[in-house]
C-alpha cells in the first residue's frame, strides 16, 4: 500500500498510523523527506485500506495492490462470472432479467413469465416484498408472491430474481430466489447487506440513486466479506436536476466498473427512464458501455400495472431489446443467453 | 381529496379509481367536462393519498384536505413539540443535540458530556452502532458503547440520542436511548422505520443525501404510521457538485418544511459542512431558517477522534454555536432550552 | 394549443391571456367547466408557445401542435440533416469531428488532421479562441490559429469546426469555419446565439452543464429564430456528485432528443470523461443511444497537450472508436461517412 | 508558492514546468526525494497560478502565498468595501437591492422604486436587458428601459443595479447604471466580464446555476484582472434534483467566500425560493451565514408581474427582511445601510 499522510501532521496521529502498521505486520518506509508519502511493503488483507483510511492522519491510500478489497479487479484478473439457474453474467455472457415490477396475480404472472422465456430472458424478476416511498402503498403480496413465484419457476424454468428488505426475510426468500435483489433504498442497509452475505446465493446489488461508485463498490464489500463472493452489480440511474427521464442512467459509471472490479455489472433502463419509450435507447447504451446483461420491467397489459406502471414495456419491445443485446453483444465477441430465442439472434 | 386524472384515461383505469372512491366511502364529481379533476367528498384517512397515487390513472393529488397524511400540517394546526428528556424541539423552544461521532472510551465520553452539558446542550449524541460505508471501518463498540451512554446518562442527567441500525436492536437500543436516531443511510429502510414506529419513543429522523422532501416525509409517515408521533426530521445536507463543503445544507427545505409538516426540524451543520471551520456559518443558517435545533459533532481532542474528524467542533466553539442559538431565537420570541448555560444567554 | 391555466385566476389574469390569444388570431374554447383547460384553435407561429408561457396566469402549455416551435418535431418529420463540407449529422448518415483542444503549432495540427483524416474524421475539430475558466490561462492563438486552420482546411479537405466565443468574432471566425462551434460555457450567451443565427453556416451547439434540455433546445431556437436552420445539438455530459468521471454523459438526454427534435445530435464523450481510458466506451453508448456522430479530442503526443491534456486520445484509439461507430451504426442500416477509412468499415 | 506534480513525470513535462518557473523568476526546490512537492520562492503575480495550472504535469497547486490571484484574502486582509452609490458592501455594513424583474412601465416603476425606498432600499434592481430562456419571451424595454432607470434614479436618489448581456451594450448601459449585473447565465462569458472589467464601476457578479465556487471565483478574477476592483459576489441558488424551491441556495458557499475572498458577497433568495413564501426565510438564512447583502424581487401588483412572477413579494414582506437584516447584522455589529428606515431598525 502507499498512503498520503495529511501534511504537518501531529506526533500522536503519526504513531496511530505506523502502530496500524506495525500490528499489522507491514514495513514502512517513506518516499519523501517530507514524510508524506509512506510506503507499506508486506502481504496484506482487504480489510486493511479502510483500518488505514479510518485513521485521521490518513490523507488517501493512493495504492492498494497489497491489500486489494475484494471487488478490486488485480491486474490481468479476468471477470467473475455469476451464474444464476439458467443465467450467466461476466466474462463473455450476457443475461437478461425480466418480468413484472411487483407479483400481481397468478394467470398474470405465467402469461408475463412465458412471455419473456420465449423473447430471450433466463430469469423473472417480480417483488414479493416491495419498498415503497408511502407506507400505505402497496408493498407487496409477501408470502404468497412467493409462492407464485416458487410455482412459476417450477413450470418455466426460469430462475428467480426478487427483493429482499429486511434481514429477518433472508431466510425466507432465499427458499424461492436464485438471486436475491437489494435494490436502491437498500443500498446503504448494512444488516441487510451482511446477511445475504452468510448466504452463498447470488445478489443483485442496485446502486443507490445517491451513492458514488466508490459507495457502491463498499456495499458489494459488504457481502463479499461475509464469504459470498456471487455480487452483480447493478446500475440504475442517478439523481439529477432534469426530469425528462427519471433518473440519469450513469454509462460512464458502467464504464469505469467494468475496469475497476472483476464483478460483473448490469444495467436497468426501465428505471433509469422512468417511461416506456426511452428503455430501448438506454438499454442499447448500457450493453454498448459494457454491461453483462439487463433488468427490464415487462408486463402484459400496461394498463393495469400497480406500480411503476409507465416505464413498464410489453413483451414485444422486450424482444426487440433482447435482439439488440444479442447483435450489440456479438460485435465485441459476446453472447446473450437464453432459452429459446429464433436462431437468428444466437451469435 | 382533490384527483388530477390523465387524460384520455382506458375504461378499466377510471372504473378502479371511482371503485376504490366508492370502497373508501367518498361521494365522487368531476370538476370538469373533461373528466380531469375528480373531487372526493366525505372524511377520509391519511393512507387514502397513497392508495390514490398508486393508480396509473391517477396523475397528482392535488389536494388531501379530508385525508391528509400523518405529517401534514392542517391550516392552523401548531406545532407538535417533541419532548425528549430535557430537550424540547418546536413551538418556540429550541434545544442542541451535541456530542461525539462514536462512542469511543468512558473517559473521553464523560469529558465531552460534561463539557457540552456545561455550553447548552441538554442531548448528547453518540454512536454506539456506527453505519459506515465500508464493512471493515470501524463499527461501533456496540452493547458496550450502549452500557457507557447509560451511566453517562446517569451521571450527567443529559438525554441520549443514539443511532439504531438494524430492526433487530429496536428493543436493546431503546433500553438506553430517549431518542432512537435514523441515520441518513436509514432513511429509506422501511422495516427499521415501522420498528421504531412500534415504539414510543422519540425518532431523529435523517434526510438520506439523495432524497426530495416528500420522500422524507414519507419517511416519517412510516414511523407516523405506527402510532410513534414523536418524530423530528433533521435536514444533514444533501449532495451536490462542488467539494467545497461535504453536502448541501439544504436551507430552502427546512424553510418548507416548517409550512408543510407540523413536526419539528432540526439541522446537522457538522455534516454538512464536513468540515469545522463551517460549521458555525451552517448553524447560524440552519436557526435563521427555521429549525428548531441543531445536532452538532463536538469532541475534547479533535486531533484523536475515529471518524468523521474533520468536522468535529471543540466545547468553546459549540459555545458559540449555543449562544448564537439563544440569540437568533429571541429575534424570533423563541427560547434556547438548556441546562446551565450562562444567564447572558437567556432570552 | 393546449393551455393549462393556474387555478382560481383573477380576473386582469385571465383577460390577458384571452387578449393575447385574440390578438394572435386564435379561437379559444375552454375544455372545463373550472376554466382550467384552454384549447387555443388557428395558425399559430412558432414564437406563441413562450408568449402565453411568460404570462403570469398560465401554468404550462400542454400542447403546441399548430405553433410548434422550430426545433420541434412533427409527427412524422424526417430528421433534418446537418451538411458541413465532407460530413453529414442526420437522417441516416453519422460524422465524426476530431481534433486537438486548442491549435497549438502548424506542424502539430498537420500532424493531428492528417492522422484523423485517415482514420475516419471528416471535420477537424481546433479551438483558436478558447473559453477558460481562469483569465490567466492560454486562451487559444486567435487570428494566428485561425491562419493554421484555414491552412490546413486547404492542404487536407477536412472541414473546420472551431468555437466562436464573442458576438464580435463572428464575420471573423466565419471567414475560417465551415461549422460554427458554440461551446458549453456560450449556450447561454443570447446575443453569440443571434449573432450566430444571422449567419448561414452551421452550428454546433454544446449543452451547458447546468442546463436542462428544455433550455438546451431553447438555446438552438434562438439560433433557428434567426433563420439559420443549420444546428447540430451536442450533449457533453451535466455537472453530477460523483468524480469518477468529469461529468455525466446524459444517453437519456441523446434518446429524448431524437424524439423531440429533427435536428441532429451529437455526443462529446471526451468532455464527459474527462479522462482517456474511458472515452471509448462513452463513444459507444452515445452512438447507441441514436447519436448521429461524435465530437472526440485527439492528439499526437499526449504528453505534450496543452489543456484538457488527460482526456485526449491516440489517433490508434480514434480509429477503434470509428470502426466501433461504423458497425454500430450498420446496426440500424445508418452510415458513418468518412474519406479513406478502410474497406472493413463500409456498411 | 507550493506545486504538486504528477508522479513519475516525463522528463520533458518536469522541464516545462522547470523552464516556466525560471522564466517567471522562482527559484525551485523539492520538498520531497520523490520529485513530488515543488517550492517555488520569490515575487509572483496573480497570473502565475493559472499559467502552472496549465501545465500537463501539474496535478494542484497547493499553495498560492506568494502569488495570490486578486479575489484572493490574504492572512489578516480586511473585506474590500464595494460603495455603490448610497449603498455600501463588506466591512461592516450591508445593503439592500430591490425591485422589480424587468423595468415594465414609468408608473409602475416610479411606484416600486419608492416604495423600496421607504423600505430599506438603497439600490434599485430592474432589468432593461433580460436574459430568457427563450427567443421568443420578453427580452426587456432596451434603452426605453434605460431612460426609465435614469429618471427613477434622479427622482428617488436611488443607486440603479441593472444587467448587461452583451459586451457591445457595456458603453450604453454604463451610462445608466451605478452597478452593472452579470447574470448567472453570463458569468460564464468571458468577452463580458473582461468588458466590464475594463470599466471603473461596480459589478455585481451572480453565480451560475452549475459553477462551482472555484469557477465563480474565476469569473470573477476576469472582472479583477482588467483593473476593475470592485466586484460584489452574489449566491442565487444552484441546480438540485428537487423541486420544492427553484435552485439551492448555497448557503454553505457563502459562508466559504466569506473566508476565501476580500470581495463582498450577497444573497439573492428570491430566484433560489422560485416562490414568495420561502423569500424571508431564505433572505434570513443568506444573512446568517455571512451575506453582506441581498437583491430580492418585489413589486407593487403582483398578479401583474410579467415574468418570474412567482417569486416578486410585497414591499410589505421586504420590510419585514429589511427588519429581519438589520437585527441580524446587529447580533455581529454590523449594520444595515439604508435611507428612511425606522430608527426602530438602527442599530
Not at 450493453?287 to 408486463?299: F, N, P, R, S
Amino acid at each position: 500500500m502507499l498512503l498520503r499522510l495529511r501534511r504537518a501532521l501531529p506526533a500522536p496521529q503519526l504513531e496511530a498510523i505506523l502502530g496500524l502498521a506495525s500490528e499489522l505486520g507491514y514495513r514502512t518506509s517513506f518516499l519523501d523527506s517530507g514524510s508524506e508519502f509512506l510506503r507499506l511493503e508486506g502481504s496484506g488483507r482487504p480489510d486493511h485500506r479502510s483500518l488505514f483510511e479510518d485513521l485521521v492522519g490518513v490523507a488517501a491510500v493512493l495504492e492498494s495492490d497489497n491489500a486489494r478489497e475484494r471487488h478490486e479487479r488485480a491486474p490481468g484478473q479476468p471477470d467473475t462470472q455469476v451464474r444464476v439457474h439458467g443465467g450467466r453474467f461476466g466474462g463473455k455472457e450476457l443475461s437478461l432479467v425480466a418480468g413484472p415490477c411487483a407479483v400481481e396475480t397468478w394467470p398474470r404472472l405465467l402469461e408475463i413469465a412465458t412471455a419473456v422465456r420465449a423473447r430471450g430472458a433466463t430469469l423473472l424478476r417480480g417483488g414479493a416484498y416491495k419498498p415503497r416511498s408511502s407506507p400505505y402503498s402497496f408493498q407487496g403480496l409477501g408470502e404468497e408472491g412467493l409462492e407464485m413465484l416458487a410455482r412459476v419457476r417450477a413450470e418455466t424454468g426460469l430462475g428467480i430474481v426478487t427483493e429482499v428488505l429486511d434481514p429477518r426475510d433472508v431466510e425466507k426468500v432465499g427458499e424461492v430466489a436464485d438471486m436475491y435483489q437489494i435494490g436502491a433504498r437498500s443500498m446503504t442497509n448494512g444488516p441487510l447487506l451482511t446477511e445475504v452475505g452468510r448466504t452463498r446465493k447470488p445478489v443483485l446489488l442496485k446502486r443507490s440513486f445517491g451513492a458514488t461508485v466508490r459507495e457502491f463498490l463498499l456495499a458489494a464489500e459488504f457481502v463479499l466479506a461475509q464469504g459470498n463472493t456471487q455480487v452483480v452489480l447493478c446500475e440504475r440511474g442517478i439523481r439529477g436536476f432534469d426530469k425528462i427521464t427519471r433518473n440519469l442512467l450513469d454509462v460512464g459509471a458502467i464504464a469505469y466498473l467494468k475496469k475497476a472490479t472483476h464483478l460483473p455489472v448490469v444495467a436497468d433502463p426501465s428505471h433509469a427512464a422512468g417511461r416506456a419509450d426511452l428503455v430501448r435507447a438506454l438499454a442499447r447504451a448500457g450493453i454498448a458501455a459494457g454491461a453483462d446483461g439487463l433488468i427490464l420491467e415487462v408486463h402484459t397489459d400496461v394498463s393495469e400495472v400497480h406500480s411503476d406502471g409507465a416505464q413498464a414495456i410489453t413483451p414485444d419491445a422486450f424482444e426487440e431489446i433482447a435482439r439488440d443485446t444479442a447483435a450489440l453483444a456479438a460485435l465485441d465477441g459476446r453472447r446473450l443467453v437464453h432459452f429459446e430465442l429464433s436462431k437468428a439472434l444466437a451469435s
